[in-house]
């Protein structure tokens, strides 16, 4: 028997793997999240699958501390980072992993809890998307709209409404597995 996947999901491993076992499965760890958001950002004008061969690195560079340690990191750090290709070379995305981990431990700093912040964009509700094929799936949403903005009024960087949707999408905020792929669960409410 063949396993169906959505179409966006091609051959490579990493693809199958994150579509079978990450994708559209809720997350609530903060520490994931935070991986997630800034990923997403990286992907910024890139296909993810760019993103995903080079998502070891980033665990290594960045994701593998905790967030205020991320924080804490210097332009110079920053710029010694640009040295490996295992990164998308780009300092303005680089420096916004920086940032949004400053923007998140200032949410936290307000007594506000970065992933019930999140999570309350879909009033903690999962949405059961009805998609016949992937690219009937909008790229941006009114929640994922009004989180862009609330993200960059927090001083998120490359947190667009088409970067939040896909965010959305990672975490489990919205499931958008084709209807015909074998991995299109629903989540009780």
């Given at each position: 028997?063949?396993?169906?996947?959505?179409?966006?999901?091609?051959?490579n491993?990493?693809?199958?793997?994150?579509?079978?076992?990450?994708?559209?499965?809720?997350?609530?760890?903060?520490?994931?999240?935070?991986?997630?958001?800034?990923?997403?950002?990286?992907?910024?004008?890139?296909?993810?699958?760019?993103?995903?061969?080079?998502?070891?690195?980033?665990?290594?560079?960045?994701?593998?501390?905790?967030?205020?340690?991320?924080?804490?990191?210097?332009?110079?750090?920053?710029?010694?980072?640009?040295?490996?290709?295992?990164?998308?070379?780009?300092?303005?995305?680089?420096?916004?992993?920086?940032?949004?981990?400053?923007?998140?431990?200032?949410?936290?700093?307000?007594?506000?809890?970065p992933?019930?912040?999140?999570?309350?964009?879909?009033?903690?509700?999962?949405?059961?998307?009805?998609?016949?094929?992937?690219r009937?799936?909008?790229?941006?949403?009114?929640?994922?709209?009004?989180?862009?903005?609330?993200?960059?009024?927090?001083?998120?960087?490359?947190?667009?409404?088409?970067?939040?949707?896909?965010?959305?999408?990672?975490?489990?905020?919205?499931?958008?597995?084709?209807?015909?792929?074998?991995?299109?669960?629903?989540?009780?409410?």
């Amino acid at each position: 028997m063949t396993i169906q996947r959505c179409a966006w999901c091609s051959e490579n491993p990493l693809y199958i793997a994150y579509h079978d076992t990450e994708w559209a499965k809720p997350s609530f760890d903060e520490q994931h999240l935070f991986e997630m958001l800034c990923l997403e950002g990286q992907q910024a004008g890139l296909s993810w699958i760019t993103v995903l061969k080079k998502r070891a690195c980033y665990q290594q560079h960045f994701f593998q501390y905790p967030i205020a340690e991320i924080a804490a990191l210097s332009d110079l750090q920053l710029q010694e980072k640009l040295q490996d290709s295992g990164l998308i070379r780009h300092i303005g995305k680089l420096t916004a992993i920086r940032d949004n981990a400053k923007a998140w431990q200032q949410l936290k700093a307000q007594g506000i809890h970065p992933v019930e912040f999140l999570w309350n964009f879909v009033e903690g509700h999962i949405a059961n998307n009805d998609v016949v094929e992937y690219r009937s799936a909008p790229a941006q949403t009114a929640q994922s709209q009004a989180m862009s903005k609330a993200l960059k009024k927090h001083g998120f960087k490359f947190v667009g409404p088409t970067t939040c949707y896909a965010l959305m999408q990672a975490i489990g905020m919205v499931n958008d597995h084709e209807n015909h792929c074998d991995f299109k669960y629903t989540h009780a409410e």
